[in-house]
C-alpha cells in the first residue's frame, strides 16, 4: 500500500513511489531523509529507525505537532478553526484574517489549516518569516482525502526523529554500512518554479549541489549507500555537472518510468521536456 502525506507540497515524490521502492535497497536499519518535505517518502520507506530533516523550520515545526498529539486533538483543532473562521474554498476575506492571525499567533496546526487553503498548498513565507501565500480560490481546502491521509500520516511518524538542519549541519557520523541516505533537494534546472518557503531560507544553486555531492561521495566512501533524486534536463538545459559527477564515480543513473500529469514529462519536444533520475551507489 502506498500512502500519502496530508500535505500537497510542491515538488513531493507521491507519484513516484513505487519507482523508488523498487529502486532503494531491501532491509534498511537507518533511513536518513535530508529533505524530508511533505514527508511522502519518508511514510513509505521501511526502516528500523527513521530521520527525517528540513531546512523549513515551520515544515518541521507541523510534523512534530503532528508526532506529539493525538489524531483527535488535531482534527478538532483544525474543525473548529475551520467553523471558527467561515474558511472555505470561495472565503478569500476569512483566509486574508487568518492568515493575518496566523502571522500575529504563529502555531503549527494553525499554519497546517492555513496552507489547506491557499494556492497550490504551498509553504511560502517572505524574509520576515511571515506566511504570504495567496488564497486558493476556489481549489483548496481540507479535503476528506486529505482527512483520510491525516489520520494515516499521524499513525506513521510516530517514531520518526525530525531534524531541522541545513543539510551540510546533518550529523551523520553514526552512520554504517547497511543504512540509506536518500536526498531529493531542490533541483537547480527547476528551482524557479518551486515557492515552498524558502522566501527567506538559504537558497539553492550550483553550488549547493556541488556540497550535496560531496558529502554523498564522503558517505560512499565509508560504505554507505545513498539515493539522489534531480533532474538532469529541463526545457532544452542540461545540469551543467550532474551526469557527469555520477559516470565519474561509477554510480548508477537510474530513469523512473512515470508520467507527470501535465507535465510534459520527459515529451519528445526537447522545449519541454523533464529528465527526472535517482543516482544511486549501489
Given at each position: 500500500?502506498?500512502?500519502?502525506?496530508?500535505?500537497?507540497?510542491?515538488?513531493?515524490?507521491?507519484?513516484?513511489?513505487?519507482?523508488?521502492?523498487?529502486?532503494?535497497?531491501?532491509?534498511?536499519n537507518t533511513f536518513v531523509d535530508m529533505f524530508c518535505g511533505g514527508g511522502d517518502v519518508l511514510i513509505n520507506?521501511?526502516?528500523?529507525?527513521?530521520?527525517?530533516?528540513?531546512?523549513?523550520?515551520?515544515?518541521?515545526?507541523?510534523?512534530?505537532?503532528?508526532?506529539?498529539?493525538?489524531?483527535?486533538?488535531?482534527?478538532?483543532?483544525?474543525?473548529?478553526?475551520?467553523?471558527?473562521?467561515?474558511?472555505?474554498?470561495?472565503?478569500?476575506?476569512?483566509?486574508?484574517?487568518?492568515?493575518?492571525?496566523?502571522?500575529?499567533?504563529?502555531?503549527?496546526?494553525?499554519?497546517?489549516?492555513?496552507?489547506?487553503?491557499?494556492?497550490?498548498?504551498?509553504?511560502?513565507?517572505?524574509?520576515?518569516?511571515?506566511?504570504?501565500?495567496?488564497?486558493?480560490?476556489?481549489?483548496?481546502?481540507?479535503?476528506?482525502?486529505?482527512?483520510?491521509?491525516?489520520?494515516?500520516?499521524?499513525?506513521?511518524?510516530?517514531?520518526?526523529?525530525?531534524?531541522?538542519?541545513?543539510?551540510?549541519?546533518?550529523?551523520?557520523?553514526?552512520?554504517?554500512?547497511?543504512?540509506?541516505?536518500?536526498?531529493?533537494?531542490?533541483?537547480?534546472?527547476?528551482?524557479?518554479?518551486?515557492?515552498?518557503?524558502?522566501?527567506?531560507?538559504?537558497?539553492?544553486?550550483?553550488?549547493?549541489?556541488?556540497?550535496?555531492?560531496?558529502?554523498?561521495?564522503?558517505?560512499?566512501?565509508?560504505?554507505?549507500?545513498?539515493?539522489?533524486?534531480?533532474?538532469?534536463?529541463?526545457?532544452?538545459?542540461?545540469?551543467?555537472?550532474?551526469?557527469?559527477?555520477?559516470?565519474?564515480?561509477?554510480?548508477?543513473?537510474?530513469?523512473?518510468?512515470?508520467?507527470?500529469?501535465?507535465?510534459?514529462?520527459?515529451?519528445?519536444n526537447k522545449q519541454y521536456r523533464t529528465v527526472e533520475v535517482v543516482i544511486t551507489n549501489y
Amino acid at each position: 500500500m502506498i500512502y500519502k502525506s496530508p500535505f500537497n507540497y510542491i515538488g513531493n515524490k507521491h507519484r513516484m513511489i513505487a519507482c523508488l521502492q523498487d529502486i532503494f535497497p531491501q532491509n534498511i536499519n537507518t533511513f536518513v531523509d535530508m529533505f524530508c518535505g511533505g514527508g511522502d517518502v519518508l511514510i513509505n520507506t521501511e526502516a528500523e529507525v527513521k530521520i527525517a530533516n528540513d531546512v523549513n523550520y515551520h515544515v518541521i515545526d507541523v510534523l512534530q505537532t503532528f508526532q506529539n498529539l493525538s489524531i483527535e486533538t488535531i482534527l478538532d483543532h483544525i474543525d473548529r478553526r475551520i467553523a471558527e473562521w467561515n474558511l472555505s474554498k470561495t472565503n478569500s476575506e476569512a483566509f486574508r484574517q487568518f492568515r493575518q492571525h496566523y502571522n500575529e499567533n504563529p502555531n503549527p496546526l494553525d499554519l497546517y489549516v492555513l496552507v489547506c487553503y491557499s494556492f497550490n498548498y504551498q509553504f511560502r513565507f517572505n524574509s520576515r518569516h511571515q506566511y504570504n501565500n495567496p488564497f486558493g480560490k476556489n481549489r483548496s481546502c481540507f479535503s476528506n482525502r486529505m482527512r483520510e491521509n491525516l489520520i494515516s500520516f499521524v499513525r506513521l511518524i510516530r517514531n520518526v526523529r525530525f531534524t531541522k538542519n541545513d543539510f551540510r549541519a546533518i550529523d551523520l557520523t553514526g552512520l554504517q554500512p547497511g543504512d540509506f541516505i536518500y536526498a531529493d533537494p531542490p533541483y537547480t534546472l527547476t528551482c524557479g518554479s518551486y515557492n515552498d518557503g524558502k522566501r527567506g531560507f538559504s537558497g539553492w544553486s550550483a553550488a549547493e549541489d556541488m556540497a550535496l555531492l560531496s558529502i554523498l561521495d564522503r558517505l560512499n566512501d565509508s560504505g554507505i549507500s545513498f539515493g539522489l533524486s534531480n533532474v538532469i534536463e529541463h526545457k532544452g538545459k542540461r545540469h551543467p555537472f550532474l551526469s557527469d559527477w555520477a559516470q565519474e564515480k561509477g554510480y548508477t543513473i537510474h530513469y523512473p518510468n512515470i508520467n507527470y500529469n501535465n507535465c510534459n514529462y520527459q515529451s519528445n519536444n526537447k522545449q519541454y521536456r523533464t529528465v527526472e533520475v535517482v543516482i544511486t551507489n549501489y
